[in-house]
Every structure is written in structure tokens, then in C-alpha cells.
T-cell receptor, first 115, second 112 residues
Framework: GNSVTQMEGPVTLSEEAFLTINCTYT??????LFWYVQYPGEGLQLLLK?????DKGSNKGFEATYRKETTSFHLEKGSVQVSDSAVYFC??????????????FGTGTRLQVTL | DAGVTQSPTHLIKTRGQQVTLRCSPK?????VSWYQQALGQGPQFIFQ???????QRGNFPDRFSGHQFPNYSSELNVNALLLGDSALYLC???????????FGQGTRLTVV
């Protein structure tokens, strides 16, 4: 079955530091890959996505590239802000019709950014 | 445009009781999925509804059941509550066949 493995947190960074959160996956076929973010007390928000190999998803300064050869989708940001403090989830969904929204999530990585 | 709305936001129930959680999808969306997020964990897929039928189901017991109404809103029912059912329950909506889902803020269920 499908699975997602994320680096364990928490990750603590100073403001303006470079961020990498590792994510690898196991899936049949060609899944779509996602990063969702969860701020304290809130639901999940889609941060970015990529639907095929070598695609780069980007949003709000965050980027992730779909690497099929290494089955990875690492999240990066060049300069984090205190407002980026949240829990980040890597996820995938199958490409077959009818599997929309059946997301498989990693366990999440908590990011804390300090001044 | 209202996003995905869930009610109630918080709920406390006693072991053995039954609970119903509600979800209104984002305007225009026809597919609703439910997830359980235990503390410190990623969300786990419970089931998905489209055209008022359960289309897919995750690894959850029959105590978890659902319903979708003609206006696409949905309910999640859990019978015979266990302490382990305490979690944040998330509803996600989408278009059928799409790969992007929008999540509500969740219902925090505490079983005592």
C-alpha cells in the first residue's frame, strides 16, 4: 500500500534560516504529491503540490520537487519567518479515478522558528 | 465563498455513547472525505462519499459510519465510543476525480 515517511521533528530554526523537511514515499503507479500545513488550532491548508516527475510545486516561498528516482518530495524554503511555525504534512494520493482526496499522510514535522 | 465548515468544533462524550459530526463542503464540491487525526499523528482516511454513497473506506471498524445528503453535506457517526476515538476529526471536500482537497477546521472529540 501507499505510505509516506517524514523526518521527525521538532525542527527549530532561527528566523531567516534555510529550511529542509525530508519526505519519501512508497506508492504504486504515479501518485500526486502534496505538502499541507497545519497552524495551531486549525485544519489543514494545502501549501503546494506536484503531479508528475520533475514537477516543482511552489507557494509562499516554499518549494518541493517530485523526484521519482529517489521517491522523494522534500520541502524547502530559503528564509523562514516566525509566522511559518506550524506542523507540515507530506501526503500523496493515487492517480486512479475515484481516489480523489484519499490522501495518505506522513506523521507531520513540527517547525518552530525563533527570532 | 464559504470554505468547508464543520460542527461542532468541540465535543465531549462518555465511553459507550454515540456521536454525530457534521460537514458542509466548499461550494460546488460534490465529494466529502473524513479523516481521524490522533494527537501528534497525521490524519488517517476513514471514508469518502460521492453521490450519497460510500465510495472508499479506510481501515476503520463498522462503528464508524457516514451519510451524504443530496446537498452534498455529510455526517460522520461513531457508535459505542472508546477512549481511543478521542481525536480531531477532519472533513475534506473536493470535486470527484480531482486530486486537491480542502479541509475544514475539524471537530475535536474527547471521550471520557
Amino acid at each position: 500500500g501507499n505510505s509516506v515517511t517524514q523526518m521527525e521533528g521538532p525542527v527549530t530554526l532561527s528566523e531567516e534560516a534555510f529550511l529542509t523537511i525530508n519526505c519519501t514515499y512508497t506508492a504504486t503507479g504515479y501518485p500526486s504529491l502534496f505538502w499541507y500545513v497545519q497552524y495551531p488550532g486549525e485544519g489543514l491548508q494545502l501549501l503546494l503540490k506536484a503531479t508528475k516527475a520533475d514537477d516543482k510545486g511552489s507557494n509562499k516561498g516554499f518549494e518541493a520537487t517530485y523526484r521519482k528516482e529517489t521517491t522523494s518530495f522534500h520541502l524547502e524554503k530559503g528564509s523562514v519567518q516566525v509566522s511559518d511555525s506550524a506542523v507540515y504534512f507530506c501526503a500523496l494520493t493515487g492517480r486512479n479515478t475515484g481516489t480523489a482526496s484519499k490522501l495518505t499522510f506522513g506523521t507531520g514535522t513540527r517547525l518552530q522558528v525563533t527570532l | 465563498d464559504a470554505g468547508v465548515t464543520q460542527s461542532p468544533t468541540h465535543l465531549i462524550k462518555t465511553r459507550g455513547q454515540q456521536v454525530t459530526l457534521r460537514c458542509s463542503p466548499k461550494s460546488g464540491h460534490d465529494t466529502v472525505s473524513w479523516y481521524q487525526q490522533a494527537l501528534g499523528q497525521g490524519p488517517q482516511f476513514i471514508f469518502q462519499y460521492y453521490e450519497e454513497e460510500e465510495r472508499q473506506r479506510g481501515n476503520f471498524p463498522d462503528r464508524f459510519s457516514g451519510h451524504q445528503f443530496p446537498n452534498y453535506s455529510s455526517e460522520l457517526n461513531v457508535n459505542a465510543l472508546l477512549l481511543g476515538d478521542s481525536a480531531l476529526y477532519l472533513c475534506a471536500s473536493s470535486f470527484w476525480g480531482a486530486d486537491v482537497a480542502f479541509f475544514g477546521q475539524g471537530t475535536r472529540l474527547t471521550v471520557v
